[in-house]
């Protein structure tokens, strides 16, 4: 069983930046793939970026390609989200989930076992 707590979301203008964190109450942490998704009001959940165990593997959503970085940190039990030139577009609450083994990154919420309670990011025009 793993629990996961995100934190960082806030309200930020256009072209802003924040960055979000999840921490995870596991031993073994290292053996989990993570992903973050969002969910904006009306709108199912979609995937956002996912990284593998090690951190050498990521991939983005078109639409946060070059604008978010997913990174890990194995020895803090977390995994990071920084998101710059951040558009209205944006908002939504943000979700990390995580995934044990697995050698391709997943990129659909029902490939995911374990997931926080979300942080809203909200990003004013």
């Known amino acids: 069983q793993v629990q996961l707590v995100e934190s960082g979301g806030g309200l930020v203008q256009t072209g802003g930046s924040l960055r979000l964190s999840c921490a995870a109450s596991?031993?073994?942490?290292?053996?989990?793939?993570m992903g973050w998704f969002r969910q904006a009001p009306g709108k199912e959940r979609e995937f956002v970026t996912a990284i593998n165990w090690n951190g050498d593997s990521t991939y983005y959503a078109d639409s946060v390609k070059g604008r978010f970085t997913i990174s890990r940190d194995n020895a803090k039990n977390a995994v990071y989200l920084q998101m710059n030139n951040l558009k209205p577009e944006d908002t939504a609450v943000y979700y990390c989930?995580?995934?044990?083994?697995?050698?391709?990154?997943?990129?659909?919420?029902?490939?995911?076992?374990?997931w926080g309670q979300g942080t809203q990011v909200t990003v004013s025009s």
């Open positions: 596991t031993r073994t942490f290292s053996r989990y793939q």
């Open positions: 989930a995580a995934e044990p083994w697995g050698t391709n990154l997943r990129v659909g919420p029902d490939e995911y076992d374990y």
